[in-house]
């Protein structure tokens, strides 16, 4: 075959013609997911809970102290301590598909897991602020061990 071929430039076009077509619709689909990265109140955090009460995919996700921790937590939260040295690395084992509610005692350690939940490429992240402390003063429910 002649590389000046007619047939085979028309080939080659095609096929770069068809590899273009592919990868645009691929990352246009991901682009089309958008990724949630929101502050939300108590009220919004409790309304959040009801809604995926039996979703899988859903974790509350409490970052405090052990210690902090033995004054109660939202039922069926997982604990990652925010102090311990490994926090980062049991972070990076988490599922990044999955949409996460995180809170600690008062807001500032959830703020900063956000951000290295947000540069470890989690998409679904909402953060409550006001922490546990805000979240048992208005009495939402709580687990008390």
């Known amino acids: 075959m002649k590389i000046n071929n007619p047939r085979f ?5 095609a096929f770069f013609c068809f590899s273009y077509i592919t990868s645009c ?7 089309k997911t ?7 109140t108590p009220e919004e955090s409790f309304r959040l809970i009801q809604q995926h009460l039996n979703d899988k ?5 409490d970052i405090r102290t052990p210690e902090e921790i033995s004054n109660g937590y939202i039922e069926n939260a997982t604990f990652i301590n925010y102090k311990n040295d490994n926090f980062a690395k049991e972070i990076s084992k988490l599922d990044r598909s999955n949409i996460y ?11 900063k897991a956000i951000e290295l939940m947000k540069n470890l490429g989690f998409r679904y992240l ?15 429910p709580f687990v008390k061990p």
């Open 126 to 140: 909402y953060n409550m602020p006001g922490g546990f402390d805000e979240w048992s003063e208005l009495h939402y």
């Open 9 to 13: 430039f028309s080939i080659l076009l």
């Open 57 to 61: 995919n859903f974790i509350i996700l």
């Open 101 to 111: 509610l995180v809170y600690c005692k008062g807001g500032i350690r959830s703020e």
């Open 25 to 31: 619709s691929y990352f246009q689909t991901i682009e």
């Open 34 to 40: 958008p990724s949630i990265y929101e502050d939300i």
